[in-house]
């Protein structure tokens, strides 16, 4: 999220070890140990894709970011249902916006090169408001002319093939999307600019016959956000449009279009909610650094998901609170 | 004390992971004649309809309707013991004067009294008010039945807020209006809050389903209405979604029985899950006061089972209303 100071101070006071509240998500805890883990039969249903999603790792250097995100990658890779890939929620490193050209190299070079020493899995990646590089230009001592600034270096840094794009798995299709828009009034905006709001469009036409999973880092829609700091303003329910995205309502009419959309998986709020409206169900899925590697963050535990897509459209979801302790 | 919080926390976990198992099972009811039966091999501590914001009025054919929505919940195979309202039982009394005021309470209880066998438990809706905008309603204020008397009266109801027990079950209905000079804001005083903090206290083991006009969590929120996200940030008024939600939900926390919270109000079907507690939104009996669906929900109520291990099933009906509109 957007204040990361703001929350750290919180944490101090609501950090209670309250929710590992978290596994509640459908108790899909009952996958037998297998070889392969796409193509497998659960309950009778064939899978498409077993993938873990970690959102909101922000690695860097310190805070024992590294040594957290190590003990994760390992947690995911030794369950017994090992899942075929790990898609990330974005927010991969600590914050771009406002690094300094070196800085945001020691944050991206770190991530790497856990990637390259703990992960065996195929990993895809979402780009978060903190993947951005520059756009706070005084603080990351930017021009804007730099030809890596904003979204480049990171598309680039992790060969991306486009800052969004379509994943194929069985019955399904992934759409990895990029939340985060520069705004006149302050650092950022949450929505899907107009280019890829018709890439969105096409995609949702050209692929009726399969399943349609949104993964984009900042809620398409969340309730839990409202109580996330004092979000009351005389008397009124008022929250930024960097907390969630603010072209809901074009989005949930062109879902309501499209049916064939069963799934839209964000990160941003290090919260765990999940909610159904519409026959879509919208799951916010808490972070891989809990409250930014200083312990968990109101009722949310460091976490993963895991996410089993079914072909028959079905899916099952489980917050998994991988042990991590800050000492 | 710290410790003790805690502890408290961890038992809503374990709690949580059970009544997320029963969700995945939602709209797979398998009707059986009696209805404290045993379903899925889990006892039945109790089957009731709830229904919200009838509205009723003589246009459209809503006294029609009403009554089919009644019909048709008392003809369900597996018929439900009893009817929960969560207010909006006219289409309006705030602005409405004396002779209005009587002439739809007459009409309502005239289609209960013909077409409900069931035992009806009431809530307070903003619209149960009578008289709040005084120069509409041309009141003073010194009625002796003025404001939520009325409607008190009307129903024959106790208390604007009471509990009652059924099985494992403790049912707490809440009133959420705290009138203002023409409207309302969504809100439990301090006197309810305190009588709900000793309704937690005392539920004795029992598993809690708390029922309020105002949705505690929604999302339907930021739809309902005009262009919430006009300012470029979402602002939702205070009378959408009860503003003091924080406060509740950390309420909640302390007791890992409080299972489901149930509203009205915004007349969408909404299912979120935070923090251990489903939060469920039940549409409208009247959709759009009698002009059709609201949005993308259809006219309906919904069929709620509470089992005595704490876990529930629910399901939204649409009973097939069309409205009639004139040309």
Same mark, same amino acid.
């Given at each position: ?70 003990? =994760? ?14 898609? +990330? ?79 194929? =798995? ?18 950022? +905006? ?138 | ?40 091999? #889990? #006892? ?89 905008? #005084? ?94 996200? #006009? ?97």
């Amino acid at each position: 999220m957007f204040d990361k100071n703001l929350k750290l101070t919180r944490r101090g006071v609501l950090g209670g070890s309250i929710a590992a509240a978290a596994g509640l998500i459908t108790g899909a805890n009952i996958f037998s140990s297998s070889a392969s883990a796409a193509s497998k039969k659960i309950n009778g249903k064939k899978r498409s894709i077993r993938f873990a999603h970690l959102t909101d790792i922000h690695i860097e250097p310190k805070r024992k970011a590294p040594e957290g995100f190590t003990a =994760a990658l390992r947690h995911v890779q030794s369950q017994k249902d090992k899942p075929d890939m790990i898609i +990330t929620g974005g927010d991969n490193v600590m914050d771009l916006l406002g690094a300094k050209d070196d800085w945001a190299k020691v944050q991206t070079d770190t991530f790497k090169e856990i990637i390259a020493k703990e992960c065996e899995l195929p990993i895809k990646y979402c780009i978060g408001n903190h993947d951005t590089w520059g756009w706070d230009k005084k603080n990351s001592n930017t021009t804007g002319d730099e030809p890596l600034w904003g979204k480049a270096r990171f598309v680039k840094e992790f060969g991306l093939e486009n800052r969004y794009y379509a994943i194929d =798995a069985g019955k399904w299709r992934i759409l990895m999307l990029d939340s985060t828009h520069i705004d006149k009034k302050d650092v950022y +905006t949450a929505k899907f600019d107009d280019e890829q709001y018709d890439w969105l469009v096409e995609q949702l036409k050209s692929n009726q016959g399969k399943y349609i999973c949104l993964i984009n880092h900042i809620p398409i829609m969340s309730a839990a956000v409202l109580l996330d700091g004092d979000n009351i303003k005389q008397g009124r329910w008022s929250l930024p449009d960097e907390w969630m995205h603010l072209d809901t309502r074009k989005l949930v009419d062109l879902f309501w279009q499209n049916k064939n959309v069963k799934l839209c998986i964000s990160g941003h709020l290090h919260l765990l909610e999940r909610l159904e409206y519409n026959n879509v169900t919208y799951i916010c899925d808490g972070a891989v650094c809990g409250g930014w590697w200083g312990g968990p963050f109101h009722e949310c535990q460091e976490g993963y998901g895991l996410f089993d897509l079914y072909d028959d459209g079905t899916f099952d979801h489980q917050y998994v609170d991988y042990g991590w302790e800050v000492k | 004390m710290f410790e003790e919080y805690k502890m408290i926390n961890r038992r809503a976990f374990l709690g949580s992971s059970i009544a997320a198992a029963g969700l995945a099972s939602i709209k797979n009811f398998s009707f059986s004649k009696n209805s404290q039966s045993i379903k899925n091999g #889990k #006892k039945r501590s109790l089957r009731f309809a709830h229904i919200t914001d009838i509205h009723i009025r003589q246009e459209h054919n809503a006294p029609e309707g009403f009554a089919l929505a009644l019909n048709h919940i008392q003809s369900q195979k597996d018929k439900p013991q009893m009817i929960i309202t969560t207010g909006d039982h006219l289409i309006d009394s705030i602005g409405e004067d004396d002779s209005t005021t009587e002439m739809l309470w007459t009409l309502f209880k005239d289609i209960m009294k013909k077409n409900c066998k069931l035992p009806v438990k009431y809530g307070i809706g903003n619209h149960d008010y009578w008289g709040v905008n #005084k120069k509409k309603s041309k009141t003073t204020g010194n009625e002796p039945n003025w404001g939520v008397k009325r409607t008190l009266e009307e129903l024959e109801m106790e208390s604007r807020y009471y509990s009652f027990d059924q099985g494992s079950w403790r049912l707490i209905m809440l009133d959420s209006i705290v009138p203002t000079d023409t409207y309302c804001i969504g809100k439990i005083e301090d006197d309810q809050f305190k009588w709900l903090e000793e309704q937690i206290k005392t539920a004795d083991g029992r598993f809690m389903a708390i029922f309020s006009h105002i949705p505690i969590m929604s999302v339907g929120a930021y739809f309902y209405g005009g262009n919430n996200e #006009k300012t470029g940030d979402w602002v939702v008024p205070g009378s959408r979604m009860i503003i003091n939600a924080r406060q509740l939900k950390d309420l909640f926390r302390q007791n890992a029985n409080v299972k489901l919270c149930v509203s009205g109000h915004i007349h969408l079907y909404e299912h979120i899950q935070y923090a251990g507690v489903n939060y469920i939104s039940g549409g409208a009996i009247s959709g759009r006061w009698w002009k059709g669906q609201h949005q993308e929900t259809q006219e309906g109520y919904c069929l709620f089972d509470l089992y005595d291990d704490g876990t529930f099933e629910h399901e939204y009906v649409d009973y097939g209303w069309q409205a009639n509109l004139p040309d």
